[in-house]
């Protein structure tokens, strides 16, 4: 197939200026690499039309064949950038010679699913974010109350990490906050179920913590990506006791008046008290305090958080179509799935890339190595024992690590490699905008845009020369 290369990019405006970034990754000998292309100062409007047409211009110059070497292009979303019709990924789709899959972060895909589920919350006094926010901006301007805490309250928007550092921060504050403000003024402090649904907040945006993070490995595959989904949710709706996915005739026979439900998934009211008594001593005994009718609001807001996340993050599916719509799971590229599939199947997985696979002879190569890899696994206990042990966190280097001797699936995995390139979300092009805001800071802001994208380069210098050498 020769090399393929995959891209992502978003836009981002820093001190007036507006930066394009790209990244492209590609494989070669059984190694993804994920490397930056280049930060596209932007001079004009940020239309699909403008971007699109930076991008051409600087693959044309860099990679003349681009349009039949591209494979994948990642976007944060945004209609600017998938719209079926002038959308940049549309655009380059229409550009590319072959068959291209396109990808919707599934960062950003978990960001909205946290950001509407904390929007709904509705609490016994009104809307839960409006509180927040009055809260925090008084803890935010009480200068002796920083200067005693060495620490000033983070800011409180609806994006689940900032979301979630907010109530951790208060929680592990909590005493000295209501100290503060019994003397300075009682007035300020929020109603004391207030802290019971922080620590829902807290307790549920740990567990999102662990798999963002984890999100934003530079090799990593579309198939890890969605099994950290489901490893986020199965755990939550094991602690929590949540029961589904039902169907709507089961979901309408439930009893509400001991269970909460969402969508496919119900929880009992007993549960949810259970998992806020599991955040601790001061947490249940505010809870108890409360007023039958308060108890009850709390049990159905945070039911209903947590069964819209579970729902939300179960519903994220990062490959999408030319019109952005769910579409079908990219093909398998590890060895230990591979295995999985008969010839027939992988046949038609090979069909979509006949034309990309120039010529018959490498067709048969590729599916003859396929019936070479099941009879291998079959008929030996050794291989089949170490490709038995991989799952889902199995990266691409380590699985094809397996099967390398005597180069004897060179081809498939050379395929596989290529389909492997597809970025799965735009967390790298992220970090590109966190490098590029530590370099240009304020008091660097005449850094000119060609000293800027030295200094990025020059990050992966050592990178780069290794593969040239």
Known sequence: MGILESLANDASTHYGMSYFDNRIRFHRDGILYNVHALAIPMFEQHTSKNMSNLVARFLDIVCSDWRAKLIGVSTDGASAMTGPVKGVATRIEKE???????????????????????EALQCPDGEFNKIMHSFTGYLRRQQKLINDMQSTCPKATTRWTAMGGTCNWMLERRVPLLEYIAKDDPTKAPPSWWWVVIAAINALSE??????????????????????FDELAV??????????????????????????????????????????????????DTYNQLSIQSQIEIIHMVGLLIMQIVDGVLNIQAERDSANLSADNLSPVLPHQLVKIPGREFTKIVSVHVNRLKGAELVDKLELQHCQ???????????????????????????????????????????????????????TVESDFSVLGWEKDEYRKSLTDLSLEGIMQCKQFDLMSSLVE
């Open 96 to 118: 590319a010679k072959y068959k291209i899959y396109r990808i919707w972060c599934g960062l950003h895909q978990l960001d909205l699913v946290m950001k509407y589920a904390y």
């Open 207 to 228: 567990q999102v913590n662990i798999v963002f993070i984890k999100l934003q490995a530079r090799d990593l595959l579309l198939s890890q990506q969605a099994t950290a």
């Open 235 to 284: 755990p939550i709706c094991a602690q929590i006791e949540i029961d589904g996915p039902y169907t709507e005739d089961q979901i309408a026979a439930i009893d509400e008046t001991t269970n909460c439900t969402f969508s496919r998934w119900s929880i009992s009211y007993q549960n949810i008290i259970n998992y806020l008594y599991d955040q601790g001593t001061f947490i249940e």
């Open 373 to 427: 890899l099941l009879f291998a696994y079959q008929h030996e206990p050794s291989l089949k024992s170490a490709l038995n042990g991989c799952d889902g966190n199995t990266s691409f280097e380590s699985g094809w690590s397996i099967v390398e001797g005597a180069s004897r699936f060179n081809v498939l995995k050379d395929f596989c490699g290529g389909i492997a390139t597809i970025f799965p979300n735009t967390a």
